[in-house]
């Protein structure tokens, strides 16, 4: 838990949002501004500021948390098959455009066209 930490605060319960998915290691939970019909995001419970803090240790979870997203993806929207599938996004950094520090994945998905005003990294 960081001090002053959104995500932490999510995950703590102690800010509301609309949450998909929740176990011992991860939530997941609708973007407050979508830019796309599903914008969901996926957050590690243990604050990690963004993936340029992570090492080959991590790599555990980190793939953990690759398959959650394209399970989350399929659960809530995304259409499955070639003609369909996601933007999985994960923005690192200040030139990377990351506004909240700690690590997250964007899912993107749904037929488009999409919000290109909102959409991160378009
Ligand atoms: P970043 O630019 O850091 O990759 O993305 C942060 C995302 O968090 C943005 O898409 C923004 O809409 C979303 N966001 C910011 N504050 C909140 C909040 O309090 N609740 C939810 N559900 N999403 C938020
Ligand atoms: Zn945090």
């Known amino acids: 838990m960081s001090d002053n930490c959104i995500f932490c605060k999510i995950a703590a ?6 949450k998909v998915h929740e176990d011992e290691e991860f939530i997941a939970f609708h973007d407050i501004n979508p ?5 969901l995001l996926v ?7 963004s993936l340029a803090d992570v090492t080959s240790e991590d790599a555990g979870w980190l793939g953990r948390m690759t ?3 394209q399970k989350l993806a399929f659960d809530n929207g995304c259409t499955p098959g070639h003609d369909g599938g996601f933007r999985l996004v994960v923005n690192t950094g200040q030139e ?8 997250h994945f964007h899912i993107l998905g749904g037929p488009r066209p999409w919000n290109k005003r909102a959409a991160p990294a378009a």
């Open 96 to 103: 990377g455009g990351q506004e909240i520090d700690h690590l």
């Open 43 to 49: 957050v590690p419970r243990r604050h990690v500021r």
């Open 67 to 69: 398959v959650l997203a």
């Open 13 to 18: 319960g102690d800010i509301p949002a609309k």
């Open 35 to 39: 830019a796309a019909p599903t914008h």
